[in-house]
């Protein structure tokens, strides 16, 4: 029963690039609490993404958002986008076909099982992809703009096209804050498998 703040792990990953990029350099750290404190607390991504970093937000900060027709249809559109994938598809995935096949595998076919099997990653998908699509939504249509954070994952052509398509905020974190530092894919394949199951360790914590 360890009681952890909502957002734990977003905010934990934007406050690592923001602190990181600045001992690196790459980024000047800004001197208003007020602006960093929004930045790391985002209400519209904070619980379940995308990852956004300060260098692509920050500036956002520095100009006053203004109301604009055109944005705000654009983010409304992303909203109900999401609410369907997540309501619509989602969650009639789950009641219909994986909660009552991950219930009692036992009493299920071996076709039933596959037909579950792929309804879980199909329920995955669009329940957080649609929730990503209804947090850049909502930011848009206060003036700000959040990264893509999916890019149709399911039609990638290798396992590595699809890591740069499923949660791209969080894989580009991994490669940018572990992988390459750790020495990416340079050196031995012992050197490279090493540093990929380092990454996916931590990814994974």
Known sequence: NVLLPVGISFYTFQSFSYTIDVYRGELQPTRNFIKFA????????LVAGPIVR????????????????RTAEGGLGLILLGLFKKICIADVLGVTLVDRVFADP????????????????????YDFCGYSDIAIGAARMLGYELPLNFNHPFHATS?????????????????DYLYIPLGGGHGSPWKTARNLSIVMLLGGL
């Open 54 to 69: 300060a260098s692509t937000f920050l500036p956002q900060l520095e100009r006053e958002p203004r109301f604009d027709d």
């Open 159 to 175: 396992i590595r096209n699809f890591w740069r398509r499923w949660h791209i905020s969080l894989s580009t974190w991994l490669r």
């Open 106 to 125: 036992s009493m299920q076919s071996a076709w039933t099982l596959l037909l579950g099997m792929y309804g879980c990653a199909f329920q995955i998908y």
């Open 38 to 45: 929004l930045f790391i607390s985002f209400f519209p991504q």
